[in-house]
């Protein structure tokens, strides 16, 4: 195949387009900002789950409060009933006065019991309360941190994307320069090889960087300039300038 020299040094810009393309699509895919986000909204998740847990023991705990505190209120009130009845000195059955008193002291250590369990249990709420305060401060500061990798994120997108605009443009204005059969066979090589050409700078490929042998760059040397070049290692379009070093 024959070209222009001038279009095939014209592929080499076409090629160093598709090549910062390339990086940007990589670049895309590995944004550290990508990384953070993730892992943002990964501690957002862990923090709201501590906070959903911590909000349900609290609520067991205050229903188990209320109950105790309703169980002591009944429990002081039959007192209160059963000593107003022992004071008022209207039972005359000795046997009805000491069963009586007998309920009174036992009513008086159920009271002592479940008043020992309600200060347990609300000293054990207090300490709940407090995990709950740090679980929700701790998801205050998990969904900033969210926040700030988020737009931290959308910033380099919107970065990138002005960038690939440009060089999608300036791609768009390379194409037409160049013949269709060179376009062709250069297209067709960056399809497999991820690079379609490359500049031979001081006899060695600029895509596989090896150093040409000697027998390549006599032949490379003895084509006719207008004659398209191929790298024997890598196959990529070989164009020759004075830098070559032929």
Request: charged fraction near 40%; include cysteine; charge should be negative.
């Given at each position: 195949?024959?070209?222009?020299?001038?279009?095939?040094?014209?592929?080499?810009?076409?090629?160093?387009?598709?090549?910062?393309?390339?990086?940007?699509?990589?670049?895309?895919?590995?944004?550290?900002?990508?990384?953070?986000?993730?892992?943002?909204?990964?501690?957002?998740?862990?923090?709201?789950?501590?906070?959903?847990?911590?909000?349900?023991?609290?609520?067991?705990?205050?229903?188990?409060?209320?109950?105790?505190?309703?169980?002591?209120?009944?429990?002081?009130?039959?007192?209160?009933?059963?000593?107003?009845?022992?004071?008022?000195?209207?039972?005359?059955?000795?046997?009805?006065?000491?069963?009586?008193?007998?309920?009174?002291?036992?009513?008086?250590?159920?009271?002592?019991?479940?008043?020992?369990?309600?200060?347990?249990?609300?000293?054990?709420?207090?300490?709940?309360?407090?995990?709950?305060?740090?679980?929700?401060?701790?998801?205050?500061?998990?969904?900033?941190?969210?926040?700030?990798?988020?737009?931290?994120?959308?910033?380099?997108?919107?970065?990138?994307?002005?960038?690939?605009?440009?060089?999608?443009?300036?791609?768009?204005?390379?194409?037409?320069?160049?013949?269709?059969?060179?376009?062709?066979?250069?297209?067709?090589?960056?399809?497999?090889?991820?690079?379609?050409?490359?500049?031979?700078?001081?006899?060695?490929?600029?895509?596989?960087?090896?150093?040409?042998?000697r027998t390549a760059i006599a032949q490379l040397r003895d084509a006719p300039a207008e004659s398209v070049q191929r790298c024997?290692?890598?196959?990529?379009?070989?164009?020759?300038?004075?830098?070559?070093?032929?």
């Amino acid at each position: 195949m024959n070209a222009d020299p001038a279009a095939q040094r014209r592929l080499l810009e076409l090629a160093e387009v598709d090549a910062e393309l390339a990086r940007m699509t990589h670049r895309r895919r590995t944004l550290p900002e990508l990384a953070e986000t993730e892992q943002a909204e990964h501690d957002v998740r862990a923090e709201r789950d501590a906070v959903v847990s911590a909000e349900t023991t609290v609520g067991d705990l205050d229903r188990d409060v209320r109950k105790l505190e309703a169980e002591i209120d009944q429990v002081r009130a039959r007192e209160e009933r059963d000593r107003g009845l022992l004071d008022s000195g209207s039972i005359s059955s000795g046997k009805q006065l000491e069963d009586l008193q007998h309920e009174l002291a036992t009513l008086t250590r159920r009271q002592s019991t479940l008043e020992d369990e309600l200060l347990e249990l609300m000293e054990r709420r207090e300490a709940t309360g407090a995990d709950l305060d740090r679980s929700r401060a701790a998801l205050a500061d998990a969904e900033e941190r969210l926040a700030d990798a988020a737009r931290r994120r959308d910033e380099a997108l919107a970065d990138l994307d002005t960038a690939e605009s440009r060089r999608i443009e300036e791609r768009a204005g390379l194409v037409p320069q160049l013949p269709e059969d060179l376009l062709a066979l250069y297209e067709r090589i960056r399809e497999h090889k991820g690079t379609g050409a490359a500049l031979l700078r001081q006899r060695r490929c600029g895509a596989c960087r090896l150093e040409l042998d000697r027998t390549a760059i006599a032949q490379l040397r003895d084509a006719p300039a207008e004659s398209v070049q191929r790298c024997e290692e890598c196959g990529v379009v070989l164009v020759r300038t004075a830098e070559s070093g032929l």
